[in-house]
């Protein structure tokens, strides 16, 4: 694999590789060794053309405790807005001799474009709506710290399926991985089709939640959202949100995640959030060692 653009574009073999070089790399960590030599000789770019938290901040931890020589780049900082084409931008880096770049764009397949057109590695951080390959590896990687195994594991992913890389790279990696996967959400805010997938739709989230071990429940996503999917935030917290009553009311004691950002009340209350079934910190925190994992191995492609 020279790229990763996507779970779609990946096996289970993949998968088990980067979470052996992620428990190798969370060891290290744990021993509070805050940097390998590995990656010395390597130059990577992070080149942002959406807002994020989590994400840009652990690749540039990731890369840093690599020993990567790393430059970030915010496309509302840049000459984008002068008119500059996403090719004309990340070749200008390049020419800087730039090895690997990290892209967030919100275009789907806009880092399948990219690797056709540079001469670099490119790692897909989120795409549109299209796919966000490291979110669904260091989910997997949580699942299977708490769990033990991803494998026949009842996986219900909760909210705006339609708009959500998060959902999509999701449902790749759990079913690559033998996880029975439900959504459940709005019928308006779940892709048409999406049985073909390997999934079940689920549209009480009461049953969902009573068949599942873990629910990963996402934030709607409002920047991406027509108004008429909807009627209200309202309703969808009165159908969909978790708060700690719904969670205690439960057969059993689930494991809850989400990707972040929160949107606290919404779709899941603080005290669900906080709670001791919540992994949401765990997956920040593997996100460091999954980054590190993924950006090792594609880079000894590159030496
Ligand atoms: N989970 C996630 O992608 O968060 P950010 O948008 O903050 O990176």
Redesign the pocket.
């Known amino acids: 694999v020279q790229h990763l653009l996507g779970i779609k574009y990946i096996n289970e073999k993949d998968i088990q590789l980067i979470f052996e070089t992620a428990d190798h790399f969370k060891e290290v960590i744990n021993r509070s060794i805050k940097k390998v030599p590995s990656l010395r000789d390597i130059t990577i770019a992070n080149i942002f053309f959406e807002?994020?938290?989590?994400?840009?901040l652990s690749f540039e931890l990731a890369e840093k405790r690599l020993s990567a020589d790393v430059i970030n780049f915010s496309a509302g900082q840049s000459s984008v807005k002068k008119g500059e084409t996403l090719i004309d931008t990340v070749n200008n880096i390049l020419s800087m001799k730039v090895d690997m770049v990290v892209m967030r764009h919100p275009n789907p397949g806009a880092g399948i474009f990219l690797s056709k057109h540079v001469k670099a590695a490119i790692v897909n951080a989120?795409d549109g709506a299209h796919e966000?390959p490291t979110?669904a590896l260091l989910d997997s990687f949580s699942i299977r710290e708490k769990l033990g195994d991803v494998a026949g594991k009842k996986i219900v992913i909760v909210g705006d399926i339609l708009h959500s890389r998060v959902a999509l790279s999701n449902i790749f990696a759990l079913r690559l991985q033998g996880a029975q996967v439900k959504v459940c959400g709005p019928k308006t805010l779940i892709p048409k089709h999406i049985e073909s997938l390997g999934v079940e739709v689920e549209t009480n989230l009461r049953k969902a939640l009573n068949w599942c071990d873990v629910a990963n429940m996402l934030r709607i996503q409002n920047e991406r959202l027509d108004i008429s999917y909807f009627p209200t935030t309202r309703e969808y917290t009165q159908q969909f949100g978790v708060n700690k009553a719904f969670l205690d009311s439960l057969d059993k004691e689930i494991v809850i995640m989400h990707?972040?950002?929160i949107n606290r009340g919404v779709e899941i209350t603080s005290d669900v959030a906080d709670s001791k079934q919540s992994i949401i910190l765990n997956q920040v925190e593997n996100g460091v060692a999954i980054r590190m994992a993924v950006i090792y191995l594609l880079a000894s492609k590159i030496k």
Do not use: A, D, F, Y
């Open positions: 807002n994020s938290t989590r994400t840009r989120g966000h979110q990707p972040g950002p």
